[in-house]
């Protein structure tokens, strides 16, 4: 799987948009592009994916580049409650008969802050 | 529909010792993953079950082996504990662990003494 790329931490006025990067130049042509977050004292949660569309979902919406080197993973109304760290996760696309069963690959991720 | 079960939620044990974790998957999912998370390696794959049978597995020491039950149901084991096994292990689960989307369990946070 590709690697990705994250800021360590941004910071999010409750309210506005939170626009989370992720760069991963190296992603090949069937890999996806995938984001979870892990909130304080939990297990990760999926949020949504993508391959080459724009995604959008009731958590968010993502923004896959033209040549899919980088994707921003938009909150558009950050709550307090959004505050975790963010996982951008490039996996390729999976089949029986493949080796990657169950395994996601996490970076460092972003620890998102939302304040009031 | 309930979630991804782990129990128990905190463990405590000595070196030495050994453990057992249990997970509950979401019904009708058939695979269950286990990982590994520490503040300096992050989230780490241990292994990954399917109908009972072992069909993927990171780099993690013999110590660490699990199992799957009929029901889908899994348990890891931890023998010979070190400190260095003090982690926080989730479970997820998926329909097949070929899809997209993995549910996680809140996890068991041991700690060894």
């Known amino acids: 799987d590709a690697k990705t790329t994250q800021p360590p931490s941004m910071d999010c006025a409750e309210g506005r948009a939170a626009n989370l990067p992720c760069n991963h130049s190296?992603?090949?042509?069937?890999?996806?592009v995938y984001w979870y977050r892990q909130i304080h004292s939990q297990g990760p949660q999926y949020i949504i994916h993508?391959?080459?569309n724009n995604e959008t979902n009731e958590m968010a919406s993502l923004i896959i580049t033209e040549d899919r080197k980088s994707s921003t993973l938009i909150l558009p109304h950050a709550t307090l409650r959004d505050t975790a760290v963010y996982y951008c996760?490039?996996?390729?696309?999976?089949?029986?008969?493949?080796?990657?069963?169950?395994?996601?690959?996490f970076g460092q991720g972003t620890i998102l802050t939302v304040h009031p | 529909k309930a979630g991804v079960t782990q129990t128990p939620r905190y463990l405590i044990k000595t070196r030495g010792q050994q453990v057992t974790l249990s997970c509950s998957p979401i019904s009708g999912h058939r695979s269950v993953s286990w990982y590994q998370q520490t503040p300096g390696q992050g989230l780490q794959f241990l292994f990954e079950y399917f109908s009972e049978t072992q069909r993927n597995k990171g780099n993690f020491p013999g110590r660490f082996s699990g199992r799957q039950f009929s029901n889908s149901r899994s348990e890891m084991n931890v023998s010979t504990l070190e400190l260095g096994d003090s982690a926080l292990y989730l479970c997820?689960?998926?329909?097949?662990?070929?899809?997209?989307?993995?549910?996680f369990g809140s996890g068991t946070q041991l700690s060894v003494l």
């Open positions: 996760i490039v996996r390729e696309q999976q089949r029986a008969g493949g080796t990657s069963y169950g395994k996601l690959t």
């Open positions: 997820a689960s998926s329909l097949d662990g070929i899809g997209e989307k993995l549910f």
């Open positions: 190296t992603i090949s042509g069937n890999e996806y």
């Open positions: 993508g391959l080459k």
